[in-house]
């Protein structure tokens, strides 16, 4: 009989050993062979045999292996085990992981400067299978996206050891089991997506050890027991704690009022219960709160915060009451008092009403065997409207055209104190259920650098879009001001590139980490806004398909719309084909006007009377080693004194035309643009492209 013995234990002591030891002669061999003996006696099921089979290949196919230094001999041996692993892969996205290339060019595989794997990024690849325990010794592995896949079995509590680990993302998969407590180890994390999973168990109290996290989500899985009380020590968290959908019971943690930088909190969908604790007033961050769907009673504490929430985030708790639309606390507790008087009552004609729901039940049974044909019951899949035309009205003067701050032909948006109102001119109601799906979408997406979106109005057909209003203008106009002294001081090169970098990483949270992806579509300068930290905001999104009827029209209207349709990438003008490289075009023309000074218009005169766009004119710059004059003069110091400026100068040009290709495949993904921009930043250079 086999002997059962701890299989973390098992675990801890077989990798290491196997891969750890995978060095040349004979020495190496015997070590390996000696440890797969030893785990060998710990297999005490069939999930067992699967990972002692797994390493058995792997370290036979790493023992054949050419010889590579020992950081990438691991980080292709972890990698090759982690492909053996998938038992289906329908769209080859690994057909291209053979040893004739170096494992750092492989498909969703990254390396740095020092050919160490940093990220596997395969997100939406259909793949089956487990998830390797191997991948945990790719020791400098900074993101890991497996989202929107099949894999099944548990989450390897091995992972742990990836201390470097900054960005996980396993959501939309068929994950059973429990949270590994080692996810604690993970002390860089700062986000960590496992929604959409089977996981149960309780929230591990571990995760208190994941200082640097800004965003957790691990809604809709099956997770049971009490928020545990130390997930207040997260005081980093800022995006968001998601916690919805699941079976979580008990009462909400007073010390989540600690959380002073938190601004989404959901904990719908659950069995909370008990009293909502006035510490909640004290997230003067939080923009988006829904603790509806759940057993919770009493007042809703009108302290700080939460006196600016309505009625439509705590729905669904029969017993709450104090808020605008909900029940008097008065009439609550009458209610209280009526069922003490009335349970002696019910206790006694509850035989009687048992006896009357089975004769119906029976009754509706055999009515509903004879009907060929059943009537649909009529239900609202949509949320709620959690604006009135009446009090937009009333914060607009009436949609006062001296409040215009921006429009298109598909909508106007007007300022009103802080918010600011996208009110369509498009027939929404032709499109009502895409309409509700991308609002419900949109209220849900939280990143530092994008515009929070804050609910929304539906009266008939009138349709708008509430968003924040950040009154320190848009990145338009500090781009382009009057003064170059002012372009020079306030709008360096180091500026730029920060403000390109906060765009990517808004745009990467669209297309990446949000449930439903969306394509941003619309972006231009005056889509960029700055907060009142100063700090960059992405706004204008989850809009592209309303307005797709005119797009087509914007692209053969009057000059007057020229400004708009330059950032516009190609495809759209027919729309059949819509992907997040879009955005990457528009990324590439803003990048175009920063290096140059010049505004974007569809096309340029040069000095024989050409017109061209204002992609050629730099092609036809660069090709003549003409930097200097192709850049913005306030960046002119940039280029002349300082070798190292003029070098990042240059690779941004290069970005900006790798961008802007018209061909949708030759255009790098947001994530390959970010991590150029963060080498220039960073005076790195990448061996893969030269960037």
Known sequence: MLRKVNKRACYSFMMPNVLGNLLNGSKAKFLYIQSLRSYFHC???MASYTAFFLALVTGILSLCAPTASGGEAIDLEALSSFKISITSDPLDAL?????????CNWPGVACDSRRSVVSLILPEKQLEGVISPFIANISYLTYLDLSSNSFRGSIPFCL????RLQSLSLASNVLDGSIPETIGNCISLTTASLSNNKLSGHIPSALGGCK?????????????????VNISQLLNLEQLLNLSNNRLEGVIPAEIGRLSLLSSLDLSSNMLSGRIPSELGNLTKLRYLNISRNHLEGPVPQIGVLASFNWSNFEGNDELCGVSDSSPCSKVARSHQHRRHTAMVASVVSVCVFLALLFCFVFYCICLRDRHRTTLIEYNPYPDPNYKKSYLQERTDSFNAENIIGSSSGSIVYKGGNIAVNVYKTDCSRQTDFFYRYIGSLLKIRHRNLLNVVGFCREESFYALVTEYEPNGHLDTLMHAARMEDRRMTFDLSKRIDVLISTAGALIHLHEYCQSRIVHGHL???????????????????????????LQQERKA??????????????????ERVTPKADVFSLGVILMEMLTGRKAPASLETESGERISLRQWIEKGINGGSLATLADPALGQNISERESERKKIADLFKISLLCTEEIVESRPTMSQVLAWLDNIKHDRVDSNTGI
């Open 524 to 550: 231009k300068p005056t889509n960029i806004y700055l907060d009142e930290h100063f700090r960059f905001r992405v706004g204008g999104f989850g809009t592209l398909e309303l307005l797709q009827d005119h």
């Open 212 to 228: 640097k996290l800004r965003g957790l989500d691990l809604s809709s899985n099956v997770l049971e027991g009490m928020i545990p």
């Open 160 to 163: 742990g050891k990836l201390g």
């Open 43 to 45: 297999l005490d099921d």
């Open 95 to 103: 057909a291209n992981w053979r040893n004739l290339t170096h494992h």
């Open 558 to 575: 009057s000059s007057a719309m020229e400004g708009t349709i330059s950032y516009l990438a190609p495809e759209l003008a027919d729309m």
